[in-house]
């Protein structure tokens, strides 16, 4: 595990602040038990207010705003994910400043339904539109006929945004027999950009993988194997976006000069609900913390939507807090890059070959 990327990220800072605080206010209270009063308490609990409240700014970070002549009117945007969280989010955005976006989301009835409503959220004023089409990651044939739809309707798309991203607990396998991870978070977003890569170059388009801090688990490269036990869910997801960031790069090398601009990204620690079982004392103390130094939805799409728009975004690098950001030392490795770029080839053809 590499731990110095982790330091730059503003939810770490923030929460190393939290901490510092914590014990410089258990530091007085002990020192001044004896003296205990009233006035004590509401001047501790004001400090703790203020603290939280600093908190809160640090670990909210830098936001991104679109120029004020930005207009994305006859743009397409796909992007994957996007019935919820913080590609919800951007798919909002982008609509409200005039494009076309597509969503990928499971199940056809659901898609209509969930980009219906989400017109209705963004209040779009103009060419804004947005289209939801059928999309599971863990399943390639579902990926082919996603993609054939983009192909068979659109002449163009400006932004593929690569959003959509899970994690799971124990061992499980996609319909295809890959590790659930990296099988969904990686190589359905590859065979997708595959199949409309000639379109992307067409388009000139950029490309925006949303990756993730939790690469920098990974400490000597990529499981190839992904033996179902014993099985590291932090390993193997923080295996899935390192793949993410390494094909990033090899997009940028491979095809860079062909027009397509490639970037990868860490949208911050998001403040969710727990969806999974736990104690209620391990719940509370996570919401507790996740308020503090966590990001809300909008503000974790904020790197999303610097790759996607921003002229200061850098092709074919790792971005956080609406900049470029540090990587684990594995990121920019050339050769593993290749060497994943490689296998995602093999094994898409090898499960691909009789659709």
């Known amino acids: 595990m590499y731990v110095t990327p982790l330091l730059y990220q503003p939810e770490s800072q923030s929460f190393i602040f939290l901490i510092s605080n914590i014990l410089v206010l258990l530091l007085f209270i002990v020192c001044f038990a004896s003296s205990f009063s009233l006035l004590y308490l509401f001047l501790y609990s004001i ?60 199940d056809q009835s659901r898609a209509v339904h969930v980009a219906q409503t989400l017109e209705r959220e963004a209040h779009i004023i103009g060419t804004g539109k947005i289209i939801g089409y059928d999309l599971d990651l863990s399943n390639l044939l579902v990926v082919k006929h996603f993609a054939d739809q983009i192909l068979e309707h659109e002449d163009h798309v400006n932004i593929l945004l690569n959003n959509a991203g899970t994690a799971h607990t124990c061992h499980s396998l996609t319909a295809d027999g890959l590790d659930i991870a990296f099988g969904t978070n990686h190589i359905g977003h590859f065979y997708l950009t595959k199949l409309l890569l000639p379109l992307l170059i067409q388009s000139r388009a950029r490309i925006v993988n949303v990756s993730s801090i939790g690469h920098c688990m990974v400490g ?110 594995l990121a920019y490795n050339k050769k593993l890059a290749e060497e994943c770029w490689e296998w995602s080839e093999k094994i898409i053809n090898e499960k691909t070959k009789d659709f």
């Open 47 to 106: 400090y703790s207010i203020v603290v939280i409240f600093v908190c809160r700014i640090i670990a909210h970070g830098h936001s991104y705003k679109p120029l004020k002549n930005t207009d994305l009117t006859g743009q397409t945007i796909i992007i994957t994910g996007a019935a919820s969280g913080i590609g919800r989010v951007s798919a909002i955005e982008f609509a409200k400043l005039g494009a076309k976006v597509i969503m990928g989301v499971r």
């Open 220 to 329: 000597d490269g990529i499981n190839y194997e992904f033996p179902s036990s014993p099985y590291d869910a932090k390993v193997a997801y923080g295996q899935s976006k390192l793949a993410q960031i390494w094909h990033t790069c090899e997009l940028q090398r491979r095809y860079g000069q062909e027009g397509i601009n490639a970037y990868s990204l860490h949208p911050g620690m998001i403040y969710t609900k727990l969806t999974r079982r736990v104690s209620q004392l391990f719940a509370l103390i996570y919401h507790l913390i996740l308020f503090i130094i966590g990001k809300s939805l909008y503000q974790g799409a904020q790197t999303s939507l610097y790759c996607s728009l921003s002229n200061q975004a850098k092709p074919g690098k790792f971005h956080a807090d609406c900049k470029k950001a540090k990587p684990s030392p």
